[in-house]
């Protein structure tokens, strides 16, 4: 269960505390902090003493350690929160290490605090308002408690268009109502805002050891780690198996562990329901890879999941209405949502996931020559491209490409080679001009990353903050905590410290992981070098979608904010393509991506101008249709 978490902060000397109509009580606590009345609605542990207080939703990992540093007897997790800011200040979590989200108060100090922690969190949300200072777990608990809804903030629309918001950015789809970025503490003290982003993963240190095998066994170490103190103490846990590293690894590793406790582990795996070819670098159906990795342990129970169980638009509204922001790729929420929806019938309120995976545990492509030109390290980059090369999968003048890309203009660039992929338009379905209003170019995405080496660039994206509200949905819609040990910050920070040169040793991508689980994954899956691709039948299962489709589009057209963002001229093109056009412009790893993106952002949009963005659907969706037999021809299309 989600523990709630909301509060205002108010020079009034009464907040409105009467029942709602559902007979809920708005307000269950009062505090004085410097001059204001802070009002809290809680329903987890708290601790008040001498005019502190604290709000804790997640768990404290270093306990331990903790008590031995304060010197005190064994405390409980908020009662330690306290401790700790009595020792450190306002710089106390620095020393935590766990996945959290804390509000603590200190009314002698005229001073309230807002923190999650490092890599994979616990979000919180806040906004001021005139003199009144709102925060909660839930963007969508804050905005329907504010009693105003804010606008939409066009500027971030556009950036979450052109898939450069995501990383770092601390803003959300309305104006002036922000997140607390992973990692940091807010302090509001004296009707002012001051931001510490106290962790700073850019300032890691490298690892040098003098056994390469070593940094194999260290990741190892430190994930076992990461795992055991995100299971529960008792009973079976489930994973989301996929067939490839990131999930094939954790799933390993915590079925390794309840084995030798006498428990069980539910590894769910997304298959497809009709046959799909697969693509270069890209295999299709995960299932025998996945199938492997669960006959390795006796107490793993494979369950294959088949997409195409629920509604994509019915997840978007669920969702959207949840997160109060469009869904990146809705596609995945079915297979995410019905594994969800199985694991809560099997009574088991934990999924332990590697979606962190490829910035951490399995790190490995050409950006690490860039890292290595950075650095000035001309020997370790000169015998890496020789072993890239000698493996076959790059050509010399890829290779080249990557290491001196960095010093060719742009436009250039694009002149010099086919791919455009990173070009706005062939990503996005931003209307040009909405673009162009927003400072966006066609280049967007590049032009955002285009001096990052391998180091930098992977900080940004283990700093997304909406990854952490994705996965607190799934557990208010479900009861089913998703978990994942890859995002853990000592995980990242290991990772990080390693040399890159690890990640690709002789040549062979991400190394580093693979060497780690050396008879700990079948072979097959261990030296796999293609990516596996869910919901790859995903053009078949949108014949039953394809109604609603241009009903949406439809009612799209009449959005001023929706016409004026999305050309919907050009989407109504594509809707209009047949499975083989949709085939080669690769399905679900570049059409359909595009497509649901404008789908979701748009029905956002329009659900947002109607007001039924607001009204919660009904949590398990399925709708009669979807357990249908497909048209012949739609079976046809897609064989």
Known sequence: MVLSIYGVVSPRAEIESSKKESGSVRFDRFCEVGGYRLALQGQCPDACAGGLGTLLDGRIFNTAELVGQLGTPLPGGPELLLQAYRKWGTG?????????AFVLWDGAAGRILLGCSPGVSLPLFYTQRDEDFFFARSLRHLLTEMGTIPRIDEDYLALWLGMTSLVGNDRTFFEKVYRVLPGSVLVFERGRIKRDLYWQPGNISQLYLKDPREYADGLREVLQQAIRDRLPDHGAVGSLLSGGLDSSTVTSLVAEILHGQGRRLHAFTAVPKYPVEDLAGRFCDEGPAAASVAAMWPNVEHVPVRHGRHSVFSLMDLFGAELMEPLINPANYDWFYESCLQAKERQLDKLFTGDSGNTTISYGDTLLLRSLV??????ALARMAQQMHRRGRHRWRSLAYEIFAPLIPLEIRHILISSKFHSLFE???IRREFARNHDLDSMTLERNIEYSHSRPLRIRFLSR??????????????????????????????CLAVPVEHYCEKGVSRSLIRNAMIGRLPEQVRTEQRRGLQAADFTIHFEREREEALAELARMKKVDLVAQALDLEKLEQLLQWSSDQIAAHRGMAGYWPKILRAFSVGRFLRRYEDGTLF?????????????????????????
Not at 374 to 379: F, Q
Not at 620 to 631: D, F, G, I, Y
């Open 465 to 494: 903050p909406d990854v952490d509200a994705v996965s607190d949905a799934f557990r208010r819609l479900t009861d089913v905590s998703k978990v994942d040990p890859a995002g853990d910050r000592r995980v990242i920070e290991f």
């Open 92 to 100: 106390f979590a620095r020393y935590l290490q766990g996945e959290f």
């Open 615 to 639: 009204s919660l659907p009904a949590p398990k969706v399925e709708t009669a249709s979807l357990r249908q037999q497909l048209p012949e021809s739609a079976l046809r299309s897609g064989s």
């Open 374 to 379: 950075s650095e000035g390290r001309w020997m």
């Open 427 to 429: 990503y996005s379905m």
